[in-house]
Structure formats: structure tokens, C-alpha cells
């Protein structure tokens, strides 16, 4: 069953979940959608915000570097114009004017002079820069051109990208000095594109870009950092008589530290948000389903519940009936909803009884079984039976009484007839009594008469009767008369017993001097009947505590049986024994026995399972009955075993204690 139960209970959870689950599952994608859209936003606008950054550097980085670089040409110009004032053309003077613009400018690489035939003729510094002593520009593949230009076009030029004599990358100008229009030589000034980038550009303006410098094709400068997020912006400046193109691309690895960390914490949050939210969700909408369908059930069962619910609020007041109730009291709940129990009209019960529910309830304490009854507006009573009890909250706080109650008419209306018909057959039950004793009383009188008469006239006291049939009418009379006056003593007995009119004088006696009494009464017949008699009986029997004449007379009656449906050469034996609360003793013999069939009705007045008149004849089919009642007046049981021609036990359980 609890099997079942627990399948039925797993099913019906399952099915809740069903029905709830799909607004959680809706939210949830809902807000994974939100979040994943929000997310890419914010990427968006950060990625824009890179790159409208990287378009502010990349104008910042452009007009920097063409500064600088302006600066070095101007330079140029101004170390030519001392050269052409020295009036000198000798290494010392060209170093003297050169060197203060190698300290002050120190990204330049060197500053030479060429001679008219563009062969390098002094470098300065000579230190890093001796490989460039004696180059011949004229021939060289890519410098000569530019420095060709020069001399024609009387004017600064610039070469490509092209690696340079003293290792490295870089780029080299050419400014031509002439006297009275006559070639003298060259001004080169070297650059190398490392230090050049690094000296033009501030500190740390390169960390979040990737810049790249080309010259026309050639590449000139590359800050290789990581992958692009977006597009580069590119712009061009002029370097002398060359154009670069200086592009600038946000990049990942580059992106900024604090916006990834906060789009990724935003990301974080919104996943945990997504999670949790449709799991309370979920949690809040079971809860309230299964509070949904508690309170369903619950309202099912007052609705088809015998019985009725109601409950009252901390001041007392009725806040609620179940329907039940209208249909027992036929009053309808309104009535007495928003007020207390005295306000509602006071129930028709004993005032003790109200004035005790109405004290338990201020009290705060809990009632059952509050039977008063209402008259119903239609005339007709009706009994009810109320049980309550306190409620309270979360916290402890009382709120007010739960309780239900019943309809008790039919008991309280059955209840009443049962005690009537107990009263009229208590009424009967005397009169019989009263009859039996009266008649038996009665009887006794002229009994006695014939039974002492009958026998003066068998024993011929007054002298012979004459005919030897009226000796043996006479001890007919007398016979029947005796056995008339004994079942007119047992009825008496057994109607005392039964009317519980008998007098019981509970004292301590010996069980053995009681026995000792009836085994005297019997002897003539076990002699008679040649029966062996045995006594089993314990050595330390306690003392038993009873209505001693009862006991006799139970005794006697066994005793008595025990003989009398013995044959011949049978035997009887007696047993005792206490286990200090019960005393017990057994009267069994090796008789003719009681068939099973009659076994169970033996001790109902006048059953005799013997159908041989000559032995039945002679009992009154009332001694069980009067044994019966006795023990059971005692408290006692009594237990009869037998078995047809083995023989038959009966057994006294008394208890040995004072009542
Ligand atoms: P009675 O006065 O007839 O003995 P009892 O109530 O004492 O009345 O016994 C009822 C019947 O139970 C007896 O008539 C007899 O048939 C049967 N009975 C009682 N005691 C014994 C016994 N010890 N052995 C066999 N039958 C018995």
C-alpha cells in the first residue's frame, strides 16, 4: 500500500513540475537572450569606444611624428647654414657644429658629410657608425636616386626604407650644400627607424595598438601586438619628399584591462541571474501550486466530510464555516461570521460546561467533545459535538481556534433509547427476582411440610403404614419433595446471585480446610462408588481472599459433579497452586465427560448434556450456572475441559489479593 502510495505521491510531484516548470524555462531563455544581447552591446560600444580612440591616437601619433621629423630637416637646413658661415670645410669644424644637435636630438643615428662625388667622408658620431666611412652613395641601388635628386633639384630628400651600413633598418636624407652655385657636397643625417619611433613617440602611447608605417609598399616601422578588433584607421603625413601611411588598429590583447573585466563580470552576473532567477521562480511557483492543490484538498474533504470545520480569528470571531455546517444547523454561516461564540447565540448547554469552554478558550487552551445542541430554524434539534484547539503562527503568535464538529443527534437519540430500554429491563429484571424469591420463598414453606411429613410416614414413626406401597409412595414423596426443595434453593440462589442481591463477606481463609468441608460431604458417595480421590496441592498455598461460603459452595458443586458422573472405579483428583496474584485450583476426574457440542452452553441454567435420566435426575441443571456466577461475582474465570468417556477438568482462577 505504501509502495503504491509513494508511486501515486512520485507521479503527482512529477506532473506539478510539468505544469510549472514552463514560465521558469521561458524566463530563463528569456533573460540568456537578454543577457547574451546586452553583453554583445556592451562589447559594441566598448570596441567603438577602442576605436574612436584609436582614431583620436592615430591623429595624435601622425601629427607627433611629423613634427619630429620636420624638426630633424629643419635641423638639416640649420647645419647647413653654420656649415656655409664656418667658411671652413675641414672634419673638426663639421664635428663642432654637428655634435651639440647629436646631444640634444640623440634619435638620430649620425650626422655625416658627403663629398660632392657622394662618397661618406666624416661621421659623427664615429663610434656604432665606422661601416658608413667611404660608402659611395652614387652607387649605391636605392640612396643614389634620392640623393641624385638632390643635387639637381638643390634640396632636402629622403630614401625609402633601406638597411643601413651600420646595421639595422632605417632611412637617410640628403641635403646638398652649394657655394656660389658650385656642389661642396652633402649633408646625410641617418635615421634609424627603432630609435626614431621610440624617440618621437611619449612613453606607453603605443601599448593598446598595433601601428604600422609603410612607405608606399615598404614597410617602415611594425608594433605587431595581437589580433585586430576592428579595422585599422590609417592617415598620411608628409617625410620630406615621401609620403607614409601610418595605420593604428585596436587590439585584443591591447583591449582595455578594465572594460573586458567589467563586460566580463557583467557577463557573470547576468549568467548567475539567469540561473537563479527562473530556479526561485520555479521554487516559488511549486510552493504555491502545492499550497494550491493542499488547499484544494483540504476544501475537498470539508465539503464531503461528515463532519465540519471552522476557525476563528485571535479575538475569537468566526472567520470561517465549512458547508457542512449549514447543513446540520441549517444555520448559515453569515450568520455568525465576525462574531464570538456568546455573540452568535450561546449554545443550549449546561452552563458549567459553556462557562468551561469559554474559560479554555481565553485560556488558549484546547476543548473536545463540547456536546450541547442547537434547535434548527425549522424547530427540529440537533446535537453536536465540537473539539478546538489554539493555533499559532511562524513566531508564536496565537491566531485564533481551529476546530471541527459533529453531528451527534442519532447517538445522543439512540443513546437515550438504550437507556430507557435498560431502565425498563432493570424494572423486569427486579420484578423476576423479586417473583422468583417470593414464589421460591413460597414453595419452601409447604415443601418442607411435605418433605418432613413424607418422611414420618416412610420411617413409620407412628406405627406401620400396613401396605408396603404406601412405605414406598411415601419415600417417592419425600425424594421428590428433597429434590424440589434443592432446585427451589439453587433458582433462589442463582436469582440472588444474578440480582447481585447476595450478600458477599470477602475474608482470608484456608483453601484446604474449605476443600477438607466438601470432600466430607462427598465421601458416602465415593465410597459408594468406589472412586480414589487425590489431592495435589501446593505446600506453601497462600491464604485465599474471598467470600468463604461461595468458595464452599463452588467447591462442593465440582466436588459433587465430579462423583456423580464418575463410573465405579474412577478417579477424582483435586489440584492447587498460586502464583501469588492468582490462585487456581482444578477439580478433574476420569468420567463420562461432556460432549464438544455442549460444551460451550453447559453453565446456562438447567443444561444437561446427560440425556440418562437416572443420572441427570438427579441434579437441578443449575450448579455450573450458580458456579459460574460466583467466581465471576469474584472477579474469577472459570475453564471447563472435557472429553466424552475420558473425563472433564474444571479449573478456578481466583485472584488472591483484596480487591
Ligand atoms: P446438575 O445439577 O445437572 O449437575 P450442573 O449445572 O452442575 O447441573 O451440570 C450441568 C450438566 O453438566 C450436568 O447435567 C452434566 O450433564 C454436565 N456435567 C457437569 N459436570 C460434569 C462432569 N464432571 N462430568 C461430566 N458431565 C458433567
Not at 450541547?372 to 493555533?391: M, Q, Y
Not at 484456608?510 to 476443600?515: A, E, I, T
Request: with cysteine; aromatic share 8%.
Amino acid at each position: 500500500m505504501t509502495g503504491t502510495n509513494g508511486l501515486e505521491e512520485k507521479g503527482r510531484i512529477s506532473k506539478l513540475i510539468q505544469h510549472v516548470i514552463v514560465v521558469p524555462l521561458m524566463v530563463f531563455v528569456l533573460l540568456l537572450s537578454a543577457t547574451a544581447y546586452v553583453w554583445h552591446e556592451i562589447k559594441q560600444v566598448q570596441l567603438s569606444q577602442e576605436i574612436s580612440d584609436a582614431r583620436d591616437d592615430l591623429e595624435f601619433v601622425s601629427a607627433h611624428l611629423a613634427a619630429h621629423l620636420d624638426v630633424r630637416f629643419v635641423l638639416a637646413q640649420l647645419i647647413r647654414q653654420e656649415w656655409i658661415d664656418a667658411q671652413t670645410l675641414n672634419p673638426a669644424d663639421f664635428a663642432a657644429i654637428v655634435r651639440p644637435k647629436l646631444q640634444r636630438f640623440m634619435d638620430i643615428q649620425a650626422i655625416n658629410w658627403l663629398g660632392p662625388d657622394g662618397v661618406i667622408k666624416w661621421v659623427n658620431p664615429l663610434e656604432g657608425n665606422e661601416g658608413a666611412i667611404g660608402l659611395d652613395i652614387r652607387n649605391h641601388p636605392v640612396a643614389s636616386r634620392p640623393l641624385k635628386d638632390a643635387e639637381r633639384l638643390k634640396e632636402l630628400r629622403v630614401t625609402p626604407p633601406i638597411d643601413l651600413a651600420q646595421g639595422g633598418r632605417g632611412f637617410v636624407v640628403y641635403l646638398p650644400v652649394y657655394e656660389l652655385g658650385q656642389l661642396k657636397g652633402f649633408i646625410n643625417m641617418v635615421f634609424r627607424i627603432s630609435s626614431l619611433i621610440e624617440g618621437a613617440l611619449p612613453a606607453g602611447s603605443l601599448q593598446n595598438y598595433d601601428l604600422h608605417i609603410t612607405d608606399g609598399e615598404t614597410p617602415v616601422f611594425e608594433n605587431h601586438l595581437g589580433t585586430h578588433l576592428a579595422t585599422p584607421a590609417s592617415r598620411q603625413i608628409g617625410v620630406g619628399n615621401r609620403q607614409w601611411t601610418i595605420s593604428i588598429a585596436p587590439t585584443r590583447a591591447a583591449g582595455s584591462e578594465f572594460s573586458q573585466a567589467s563586460s566580463n563580470l557583467f557577463l557573470l552576473l547576468g549568467l548567475i541571474f539567469t540561473v537563479a532567477l527562473p530556479l526561485m521562480l520555479f521554487q516559488l511557483m511549486k510552493r504555491n501550486a502545492e499550497l494550491r492543490m493542499t488547499q484544494r484538498r483540504l476544501a475537498d474533504w470539508a465539503d464531503i466530510s461528515s463532519d465540519w470545520f471552522f476557525e476563528t480569528d485571535e479575538n475569537l470571531r468566526y472567520t470561517y464555516f465549512s458547508p457542512r455546517f449549514e447543513e446540520v444547523t441549517g444555520v448559515p454561516p453569515e450568520q455568525l461570521l465576525g462574531k464570538t461564540r456568546q455573540e452568535g447565540g450561546a449554545p443550549e448547554a449546561e452552563p458549567a460546561e459553556l462557562q468551561a469552554i469559554l474559560r479554555n478558550m481565553e485560556d488558549r487552551l484546547p476543548y473536545r467533545d463540547f456536546e450541547h445542541s442547537r434547535t434548527k430554524p425549522d424547530g427540529s434539534k440537533v446535537f453536536l459535538s465540537v473539539s478546538a484547539r489554539p493555533a499559532y503562527d511562524d513566531t508564536g503568535n496565537f491566531i485564533g481556534y481551529r476546530g471541527i464538529g459533529r453531528d451527534i443527534t442519532e447517538r445522543k437519540t439512540s443513546q437515550k433509547a438504550l437507556n430507557d430500554a435498560l431502565i425498563a429491563s432493570e424494572h423486569a429484571n427486579r420484578a423476576k427476582s423479586e417473583f422468583l424469591a417470593t414464589m421460591s420463598h413460597e414453595f419452601r414453606t409447604p415443601l418442607n411440610a411435605i418433605i418432613g411429613f413424607s418422611e414420618m410416614l416412610k420411617e413409620q414413626y407412628f406405627g406401620k403404614l400396613g401396605d408396603k406401597n404406601y412405605v414406598e409412595y411415601a419415600t417417592d414423596i419425600h425424594r421428590s419433595g428433597r429434590h424440589m426443595l434443592d432446585l427451589v434453593n439453587d433458582i433462589l440462589d442463582f436469582s440472588a446471585i444474578e440480582a447481585s442481591k447476595r450478600q458477599m463477606h470477602p475474608e482470608a481463609f484456608s483453601f484446604q480446610d474449605v476443600l477438607s468441608d466438601g470432600i466430607r460431604n462427598v465421601e458416602t458417595q465415593l465410597r459408594k462408588k468406589n472412586l480414589s480421590l487425590k489431592q495435589e496441592l501446593d505446600a506453601d498455598l497462600p491464604p485465599l481472599y474471598a467470600d468463604k461460603r461461595s468458595v464452599y459452595q463452588i467447591v462442593l458443586n465440582l466436588l459433587s459433579n465430579a462423583v456423580k458422573f464418575t463410573n465405579p472405579g474412577g478417579g477424582v483428583t483435586i489440584t492447587a497452586s498460586s502464583d501469588g496474584k492468582v490462585f487456581s485450583f482444578c477439580i478433574a476426574d476420569t468420567g463420562i465427560g461432556i460432549a464438544q457440542d455442549q460444551l460451550a452452553t453447559i453453565t446456562e441454567p438447567f443444561s444437561q448434556s446427560q440425556a440418562d435420566p437416572h443420572i441427570a435426575g438427579s441434579g437441578t441443571g443449575l450448579g455450573l450456572t450458580i458456579v459460574k456466577s460466583l467466581v465471576e461475582a469474584h472477579g474469577g474465570a472459570l475453564e471447563i475441559e472435557s472429553e466424552t468417556g475420558v473425563g472433564t477438568r474444571v479449573t478456578v482462577r481466583l485472584s488472591v489479593t483484596k480487591k
